[in-house]
């Protein structure tokens, strides 16, 4: 399982119940990466969608407390174990945890990577991912060349795990 995430200069990752940045390449890197695969994300998140309908062509498992609540083209999981059991359905699939961040927080422990778009930007923000970089637990093991898109200046960084 690894996570997905876009994160500002002080890692944070949205505003309002919506995302900070809108960078379009970084979108169509996320398509491509996740298309086929499983995404677990938070109802709230789901709800940042186009219409707030689950992302197509990938297996969304949304996470929610609600008990009455269906989504259509999605699997609704209320617990963390309903989550995992529902992974292990497609072993053939890979795993990304798309946020926001109670998702982040609640499912960072069982990630190997996580896959960070870092937007060289300080944004007003009141949601955050953890700060991997003071996280002894993770280590950078890529940072790729800076990108810009629109005069935001951004690039893509690995994170692993460190085997304890
Ligand atoms: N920058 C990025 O890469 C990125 C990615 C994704 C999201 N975001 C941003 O993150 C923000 C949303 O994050 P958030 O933390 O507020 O919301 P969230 O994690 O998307 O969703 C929170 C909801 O998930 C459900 N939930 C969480 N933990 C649960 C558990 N243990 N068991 C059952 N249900 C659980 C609850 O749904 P119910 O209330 O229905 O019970 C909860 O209200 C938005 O601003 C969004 O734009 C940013």
Known sequence: MDAIVAV???????YRDD?????????????EMTSGQI??????????FPGGRP?????????????SLEINGATVCHN??????????????????????????EFLPDCHRVYVTRIHRQQQADTYFPNLDE????QCVLTEPDLEENGLVFNYRVYEKVDA
């Open 8 to 14: 500002d200069l002080a890692w944070g990752i949205g």
């Open 19 to 31: 995302l900070l940045f809108r960078i379009k390449a970084d979108l169509k890197r996320f398509k």
């Open 39 to 48: 995404v677990i994300l938070g109802r709230k998140t789901l709800a940042t």
């Open 55 to 67: 992302l197509p062509s990938r297996i969304n498992l949304v996470v929610s407390r609600n008990r």
């Open 80 to 105: 963390r174990e309903e989550v995992l059991a529902a992974v292990a359905r497609h072993p053939d699939k890979h795993v990304y945890v798309i946020g926001g961040s109670s998702i982040y927080r």
């Open 135 to 138: 996280m002894p637990a993770w």
